[in-house]
C-alpha cells in the first residue's frame, strides 16, 4: 500500500496526551486533510510523520516500508525518509536566494531537475523573483517558495502544516486553487492540515476530522459534510440552529416542528442543529412550504448583506407555539425583505441532524 | 492557529540525550573553560585574617560607591553617545552620514590607560591648556583660576566613556539595522512623531541589544585598573590589587574578585529575567529598506558634530598627540623590540581570536542541541571570565596549567621515568588560553544570538530535505553565523591587542607586546618614548574595526537590486 | 572563504605548536649559557646590569618583567619552573617569596664578603643589592633652610599646602610609612600621617618625578621621592625639562638627626627550582661586584651596597647621609599594617 500509514500513535508531552490513539492513512495521489481545532495534535503528527519527532507509541509507514516504531524505538532519520514538510512560517533560509533555498534538498541537480524548477517558478507566478532573497518576498510569494522547496527533491508525501494560513484572505483562495491543481499535477500523495473547513472541503479528497488528540470522523468531504457523527463535526463547518429538547416518543420538539430522532431512547436529552444554509425563506405564508416537515413562519429581525449570500435573523415561534426562538438563515444571493415582513422558512431535512446532549 | 512562539522561542530540534559523547565532550571543554575561574574561588576559599573587618571599617563602602558611580557614569555616557549615534547614523542623511557609519567605531581600538595618559597629559596642571589659560588669564597659580582635575571620578568616567562608547554603538546599529522600517511607520501612522517613535518604539525593540552592549561596557569599566590607577580612584578592582599586594593576602583578593563576580551575575541575571518576559520577534516579515531621512541643514550640522565629537575626542586628538610625540620619539621605539612585540601582539590576537570563536561556537551550538540545564549552568560559567579582573583571572589560569604539568610532568616520571617539565606554563599557550578564556564570552554570546535566529523550523526543513546534522550545520547555520562570527572575531582581536595584565603575568621569558611595552612606559611617565606602539595599537585595532561596520551592514538588506516595493503581481 | 579558512587554520595553529614543542625541545639543549629570570623591577633599571653581565660572560639572559603575579607564577610552577634567579625593587616583595620557600639558599664568600649582614637574609636566602633613601625635594628657594628636614617637618603646620606626594598606596609610601610606623609605634605614626594627609596641596597623583614637576610649576613646596629620581631627571637629556624640574629643588636627607633617612634596597635571590645554580650564584656575585655595583650607581644613581664602591659624582655630590638601617625584617613586618592605616586615614582622597 503505497502512501503514509501511521497507526495507532500515541503521543504526550511531558504529563499531557498530545495525541491518543490515532490512526490514519494518506493514500498517493490523494490530498487528506487532517481537520480540527488548535491544540488537536494535527502538528505534532506531521511532525511524526516527518521524523522531527519520536514515536512514543505506535507505527508509521511509508510506501508500506515501517520508517518508526514506538515500541522498538527504532526510527528512520528525517533526512532519510523523503518527504516533503512545508511549515506554517515557511522557513525559507535567509541566506540562500529564491533558486537556491528551493534547489536545496535537491540531490542530484540534473538539467529535468532544473528545468522543472524554472517552469515551476513560471507557473507559480515568481519567475522574477529567482535570485532574489526571502526577505523581500511577500506573504504569498514566500508560500510559493517554500511549496517548491518542499516539493523540489521529489517526495513521496508532501506534508502541509496550514499553508495558508499566513495570507490575506483576498488572495487565499485563489493560491489555493493553483496550489491545488499544481499538486494534482505532480501526483504526489499529500496530507494537509488545516483549521478552516471550507478549505478542507474544497481541498481534500478525503478528510480527518480530530478533536483532543482523537480522530473523530474521516471520510470524503460530501460524507462529512452530509453525515456528521458528532454535533462537534457538524459544528465544523459553520453556524447552526441549535435545539434542544427531551426525547418523547422518538421525537424532538423544536420551532421547524418535530423532529425524530429514531437513536437516543424517550426521556433523554437531545440537540438539533439545523445548518443555517440549510434553510430556504420565501415570503408571506407559503402553505405548500409549510406541509413540508421542518417548515414554519416568523417575522424577519434583522438582514446582513454579505455579498453572496444574505443572513436573516427571523423570529419565529418555539415548539408547540409556546415561547420564541430566532432562527439565523442563510440565503445566497441578496435577499432584503423589510424588517417585520412575514417569511416562511423551511429547513432542507438532509441539512438538519440531531445527537445526544451530553 | 497553531503557536508560532513555541517554534520559534525554544527550538524543538532533534535533542542529543542528556549523556552522550557530545554533551560530555561540551563538559569537558566547558569545565577547562572554567577552570581558571575555579581556581580563584578555591583561592578565596582560604581564610584572610582580618583583612574584612579592616575593609568594612575603612574603605569598603567608598569602594563600593565609587565603583558603583563609575559604573553608573560610564553606563549611561555611553548609552547616550552610542545609542544616540547609533540611530543618528542608521536613520538619517546627512553630510559626512557614511564615514560616520564606520568611524564612531574607531575610538575602540584606543586602550583606556593610553587615552588616560594623553588627556593627562593635556589637561594637567602643567599641561599646555592649563598653560595657556594661565597666559591668557594672567593667573600665577592654580588657586587663582578654577580648572577641573582630569585625575578624578569624573575625569576616569569622560575617558572610559570615550573608548568604551564603541560597543553599545556597535549592538545598536545592528539592532537598529534589523528593525523592520514598517514598525517605525506604523508608529508614525498611530500619531507618534519621529522623536516618540525613537523613544517609543525602536529603543524597546533594541534593546536586548543596547542591553548586551551597556553590560559590556561596565564589566570592562569594572575590571580596568591602568585607568583608575593612574588617576587614583579608589575602585573595588583597585582594592582587589592592594589588599593583593599591600596586604599581601591573594585569599582577600580572591574573596573581593569573588564577590565583584556574584554581584556581575546578580545584574545579568537580572537583566536577562526581566527581557524574558518580553518577546522581541520581529513581526513584520517584509523587511524594506530604510533610505534615511534627509535633514535639513540646521538639523544636518547638528547630527554632524553630535558624531564628530565622540570621533574626534575619541580618536582623532589623541591619536594627533600620539602622533606629535612619535614624530620625536620613534627612534627610541624602533630601537626596542619594537618589531618582534607588534608580531607578537598580532599573533596572539589572531591565534585567540580564533580559538575563542571556535570554542564560542561549539558550545554556543551544544547548548542548543542538549537539553540539560547542568549544560546550560557551567557553559555560562565559563563565559564569566569577563567579569574577573584580568589579573586574578590570570593567576587562576597559572595555576591550572601549573597544576597540569606538574600532574603530567610527575605521571610521565612514575611511569616512563622522563620529566616532561612544563609544557604550557611560561609559553605563548598560557597567554592565549588567557585571552580566550577571558574573551570567550563575547563569542559564545555572539553564537548564541546568532542561533536564536535560527528557527526550529528552519532546521526541521533541513532535516526534511534531505541534510543530516552535521550538513545542516554545515549549509545552513554556519553560513547564517558569518555575520555573527565575523564580529565576535573582531572585537576579540581588538580587546586582545589592548590587553594587558594577564600578558604580564604569563607571558614567557623576553617576551612583550605592543601592550605592555606601552604600560613600561606609560607608567613611568614617558608615554612619548611609546607613542608609536600606542599608535600602532589603534592602528591594528582600525582594520578589524571598519572589517566589523562593513560586516553589519552588509548582513542586512542586501540584494535589494531586484526590488524595494512589494511587487504587484501576485503579491501580497 | 573555505578554501581561506583552510590555509589559515594551520597558520595559526603553527605558532602555537610550536610554543608548545619548544619548551619540550629546548628542555635538553645546552643549559650552561641560559639563565632564566623573574623581576619585579622596572626594565629600564635592570637592563643595564643584564646587558653588562651578557657581555662579560657570554650567558643568555631571558627575564620576564611584572609588578605583580609572580609569586604565584613560580609557585604554581613548582620545582619545574625554569626561573633560575628573582630580582626585585625592594624588600618587602623578595620577603614574599620567602615566606612562600621558594628561595633557596646561597653560600658565597664573595657575596658575603660584598654586602653588608644588615642587608642581607642570615642565611643567605636573599641579598640586597643596591639602596636608595625616599628623601625630601624642597624648592631652592621657597623652603627655608631647616623648614623641612624631618619627616615629622612635613606634617607640621608651617607646611600646610605646600606637600605633594605620590598616592599613599604606592609600595614606596608604605615602606616609608612601615618604617615610621616601627620607629614610632602605630597610634604616633598615624597622627603623623593625618598631618601630612592635611598638609596637602592637591591629591596625591602621579609618580616621583611628577612630584618635582609639580614643584616647579608651583603647585608645592617639597616633596618625598626616591633619591635616584634625582640623577635621572638632572642627567635626562631626551626631556630637558626634566632637568629644569630637578633644577629647581634641593634634595634633603631627611632625620639626619636622629634615626636617618628611610632606605629600602633592591634584592636579588636564587630560586629553589633553579636548574642552572652555578650561573645563578655567578650573576648575584656579579651584581655584587664592584663592576655592576658602580654599573648601578652610574645608570641608575642608587647607592651600591658594596663598601669602597665609588658613587657616582652626582649623587656624591648630594652628600653622605645617615641611613635608618634598623634592621629591615621590622619595616617588613609592618608593611600591612602601614596598608591598612593608609585606608584608615583615607590618605588618597
Known amino acids: ?358 | 492557529m497553531t503557536n508560532a512562539a513555541s517554534q520559534t522561542a525554544t527550538p524543538n530540534v532533534p535533542k542529543v540525550p542528556a549523556i552522550s559523547g557530545w554533551a560530555l565532550g561540551t563538559l569537558g571543554i566547558a569545565l577547562v573553560l572554567a577552570a581558571p575561574m575555579l581556581w580563584v574561588l578555591g583561592i578565596a576559599a582560604e581564610p584572610s585574617g582580618d583583612i574584612w573587618s579592616h575593609l568594612v571599617e575603612t574603605v569598603l563602602s567608598r569602594l563600593i560607591w565609587t565603583t558603583l558611580a563609575l559604573m553608573t557614569g560610564v553606563g549611561i555616557g555611553t548609552f547616550i553617545i552610542g545609542t544616540g549615534t547609533a540611530w543618528i547614523v542608521t536613520m538619517c542623511r546627512f553630510p559626512g552620514q557614511k564615514i560616520f557609519e564606520w568611524a564612531l567605531l574607531i575610538p575602540m581600538a584606543v586602550p583606556a590607560y593610553v587615552i588616560a595618559y594623553v588627556y593627562t597629559d593635556l589637561l594637567e596642571y602643567s599641561g599646555p591648556i592649563q598653560g595657556l589659560i594661565r597666559d591668557l588669564g594672567g593667573f600665577e597659580t592654580r588657586r587663582d583660576y578654577w580648572f577641573f582635575d582630569i585625575r578624578s571620578l569624573g575625569g576616569a568616567i569622560a575617558m572610559m566613556t570615550l573608548v568604551l562608547y564603541p560597543y553599545v554603538y556597535l549592538l545598536a546599529r545592528a539592532a537598529f539595522l534589523e528593525q523592520s522600517v514598517c514598525v517605525l511607520e506604523a508608529s508614525r501612522t498611530l500619531g507618534r512623531g519621529p522623536w516618540a517613535s525613537f523613544f517609543k518604539v525602536a529603543l524597546p525593540l533594541a534593546r536586548p541589544a543596547i542591553a548586551v552592549g551597556v553590560s559590556l561596557v561596565m564589566m570592562e569599566t569594572l575590571n580596568d585598573f591602568g585607568t583608575v590607577d593612574f588617576f587614583a580612584v579608589a575602585t573595588f578592582t583597585t582594592g582587589i590589587f592592594d589588599v593583593w599586594l599591600n596586604m599581601n593576602s591573594p585569599s582577600g583578593a580572591a574573596q573581593l574578585a569573588t564577590v565583584m563576580l556574584v554581584f556581575v551575575i546578580v545584574l545579568i541575571a537580572l537583566e536577562r529575567h526581566e527581557r524574558r518576559l518580553q518577546k522581541f520577534h520581529h513581526t513584520s516579515s517584509h523587511i524594506r529598506a530604510i533610505v534615511g531621512y534627509k535633514l535639513p541643514p540646521l538639523r544636518a550640522w547638528a547630527a554632524f558634530i553630535a558624531c564628530a565629537l565622540p570621533v574626534m575626542l575619541g580618536f582623532l586628538l589623541p591619536a594627533a598627540v600620539l602622533g606629535s610625540y612619535a614624530l620625536n620619539f620613534y627612534s627610541v621605539t624602533l630601537n626596542a623590540n619594537f618589531w618582534s612585540f607588534t608580531l607578537n601582539s598580532l599573533t596572539l590576537s589572531a591565534a585567540a581570536a580564533f580559538v575563542a570563536i571556535v570554542l564560542g561556537v561549539f558550545l554556543a551550538y551544544s547548548l542548543r542541541l542538549g537539553r540539560a540545564p547542568w549544560l546550560n549552568a557551567v557553559a555560562r560559567l565559563a563565559a564569566l571570565g569577563y567579569a574577573v579582573p584580568g589579573a586574578v583571572l590570570a593567576i587562576g589560569i597559572l595555576m591550572f596549567l601549573g597544576f597540569i604539568d606538574n600532574f603530567v610532568d610527575g605521571a610521565m616520571k612514575s611511569v616512563f621515568g622522563v620529566s616532561t617539565g612544563l609544557i604550557f606554563s611560561g609559553t605563548v599557550v598560557a597567554v592565549t588560553s588567557g585571552y580566550v578564556v577571558r574573551f570567550l564570552s563575547l563569542s559564545f554570546g555572539a553564537a548564541e544570538s546568532g542561533l536564536a535566529k535560527v528557527t526550529a523550523s528552519m532546521d526541521g526543513a533541513a532535516r526534511t530535505l534531505g541534510a543530516g546534522p552535521l550538513e545542516t550545520l554545515r549549509r545552513v547555520h554556519l553560513p547564517m553565523l558569518k555575520g555573527s562570527i565575523m564580529t565576535a572575531a573582531l572585537l576579540v582581536f581588538v580587546d586582545c591587542m589592548k590587553e594587558l595584565p594577564m600578558t604580564v603575568i604569563l607571558r614567557p621569558f623576553d617576551f612583550g607586546t605592543l601592550a605592555t611595552f606601552v604600560h613600561q612606559y606609560a607608567s613611568d611617565e614617558m608615554l612619548p618614548e611609546a607613542a608609536l606602539a600606542a599608535l600602532t595599537i589603534v592602528a591594528a585595532g582600525i582594520v578589524p574595526v571598519i572589517l566589523l561596520s562593513y560586516t553589519i551592514a552588509k548582513s542586512r538588506v542586501s540584494n535589494l537590486g531586484a526590488q524595494t516595493e512589494p511587487d504587484a503581481e501576485g503579491g501580497q | 572563504m573555505k578554501p581561506l579558512v583552510y590555509i589559515l587554520r594551520p597558520l595559526f595553529f603553527a605558532p602555537l605548536l610550536g610554543a608548545l614543542l619548544g619548551p619540550a625541545l629546548n628542555a635538553n639543549a645546552a643549559e650552561t649559557d641560559v639563565l632564566n629570570v623573574y623581576s619585579y623591577r622596572q626594565e629600564f633599571l635592570v637592563n643595564p646590569l643584564i646587558e653588562a653581565f651578557e657581555k662579560e660572560t657570554g650567558v643568555d639572559v631571558k627575564i620576564v618583567f611584572a609588578q605583580e603575579g609572580l609569586v604565584q607564577r613560580l609557585k604554581a610552577e613548582g620545582m619545574n619552573s625554569p626561573v633560575d634567579v628573582i630580582l626585585t625593587a625592594d624588600i618587602n616583595r623578595i620577603e614574599e617569596f620567602q615566606a612562600e620557600g621558594l628561595l633557596q639558599a646561597v653560600a658565597s664568600d664573595t657575596l658575603n664578603a660584598n654586602i653588608p649582614p644588615q642587608y642581607r637574609h642570615p642565611d643567605g636566602l636573599w641579598y640586597g643589592m643596591t639602596m636608595r633613601a625616599r628623601v625630601i625635594y624642597a624648592h631652592k628657594s621657597r623652603v627655608k633652610p631647616g623648614e623641612a628636614v624631618t619627616y615629622e617637618d612635613l606634617a607640621a603646620p608651617h607646611m600646610k599646602g605646600r606637600v605633594c606626594t605620590r598616592s599613599g598606596k604606592h609600595p614606596y609610601n608604605i615602606s616609608l610609612l612601615a618604617s615610621v610606623i616601627a620607629a614610632k609605634g602605630a597610634d604616633e605614626a598615624q597622627v603623623w600621617l593625618q598631618g601630612v594627609k592635611d598638609n596637602l596641596a592637591r591629591r596625591p597623583q602621579g609618580n616621583d618625578r611628577a612630584q618635582v614637576k609639580a614643584i616647579k610649576e608651583g603647585e608645592c613646596d617639597v616633596a618625598i621621592g626616591n633619591s635616584y629620581y634625582f640623577g635621572k631627571m638632572l642627567t635626562n637629556d631626551e626631556k630637558p625639562e626634566e632637568k629644569e624640574w630637578a633644577a629647581a629643588v634641593n634634595l634633603i636627607f631627611p632625620n639626619q638627626a636622629d634615626r636617618g633617612a628611610h632606605v629600602n634596597v633592591s634584592a636579588a635571590a636564587v630560586a629553589q627550582s633553579a636548574k642552572h645554580l652555578d650561573t645563578a650564584i655567578k650573576f648575584l656575585e656579579f651584581l655584587s661586584s664592584d663592576n655592576a655595583q658602580r654599573l648601578f650607581a652610574a645608570e641608575n644613581f642608587e647607592y651600591p651596597l658594596k663598601d669602597g664602591v665609588a658613587l657616582d659624582p652626582l649623587v656624591a655630590s648630594w652628600g653622605s647621609f645617615k641611613a635608618d638601617d634598623r634592621n629591615l625584617a621590622e619595616i617588613v613586618a609592618q608593611h600591612t599594617e602601614a596598608a591598612k592605616m593608609m585606608d584608615r586615614v583615607a590618605f588618597d582622597q
Open chain 1, 1 to 358: 500500500m503505497s502512501g503514509l500509514v501511521m497507526e495507532r500513535i500515541r503521543h504526550a508531552y511531558g504529563n499531557i496526551e498530545v495525541l491518543k490513539d490515532v490512526s490514519i492513512i494518506a493514500e498517493a495521489g490523494k490530498l487528506t486533510c487532517l481537520l480540527g481545532p488548535s491544540g488537536c495534535g494535527k502538528t505534532t503528527l506531521l511532525r511524526l510523520a516527518a521524523g522531527l519527532e519520536a514515536v512514543q507509541d505506535g507505527r508509521i509507514y511509508l510506501k508500506g516500508k515501517l520508517v518508526a516504531d514506538g515500541k522498538s524505538n527504532f526510527s528512520i532519520p528525517p533526512e532519510k525518509r523523503g518527504i516533503g514538510l512545508m511549515f506554517q512560517d515557511y522557513a525559507l533560509f535567509p541566506h540562500l536566494n529564491v533558486f537556491d533555498n528551493i534547489a536545496f534538498g535537491v540531490r542530484n541537480m540534473t538539467t529535468e531537475r532544473r528545468t522543472w524548477i524554472e517552469e515551476a517558478l513560471k507557473r507559480l507566478g515568481i519567475a522574477k523573483h529567482r535570485n532574489s532573497f526571502p526577505h523581500v518576498l511577500s506573504g504569498g510569494q514566500q508560500q510559493r517558495v517554500a511549496l517548491l522547496r518542499a516539493l523540489a527533491p521529489q517526495p513521496e508525501i508532501l506534508l502541509l502544516d496550514e499553508p495558508f494560513s499566513g495570507l490575506d484572505v483576498t488572495r487565499r483562495a485563489q493560491i489555493r486553487e493553483d496550489t491545488l491543481t499544481f499538486l494534482k499535477e505532480c501526483g504526489v500523495a499529500v496530507l494537509m492540515v488545516t483549521h478552516d473547513p471550507e478549505e478542507a472541503m474544497f481541498m481534500a479528497d478525503h478528510i480527518v476530522v480530530m478533536k483532543s488528540g482523537q480522530v473523530v470522523q474521516a471520510g470524503t468531504p460530501v460524507q462529512i459534510y452530509f453525515h456528521p457523527v458528532s454535533a462537534f463535526v457538524a459544528r465544523l463547518f459553520g453556524e447552526m440552529n441549535v435545539f434542544e429538547g427531551k426525547v418523547e416518543n422518538g421525537q424532538v420538539a423544536t420551532p421547524l416542528g418535530p423532529f425524530p430522532i429514531p437513536a437516543i431512547p424517550d426521556g433523554q436529552f437531545a440537540q438539533v442543529l439545523a445548518r443555517m444554509e440549510g434553510i430556504r425563506l420565501v415570503s408571506g405564508r407559503d402553505e405548500t412550504a409549510l406541509k413540508t416537515c421542518c417548515a414554519t413562519t416568523g417575522r424577519v429581525e434583522e438582514v446582513y448583506l454579505l455579498g453572496r449570500s444574505s443572513h436573516l435573523h427571523v423570529r419565529v415561534p418555539g415548539p408547540f407555539g409556546k415561547g420564541e426562538a430566532v432562527l439565523h438563515v442563510r440565503v445566497p444571493g441578496v435577499m432584503k425583505p423589510e424588517k417585520g415582513a412575514l417569511v416562511t422558512v423551511f429547513a432542507d431535512p438532509k441539512q438538519v441532524f440531531g445527537f445526544p446532549l451530553h
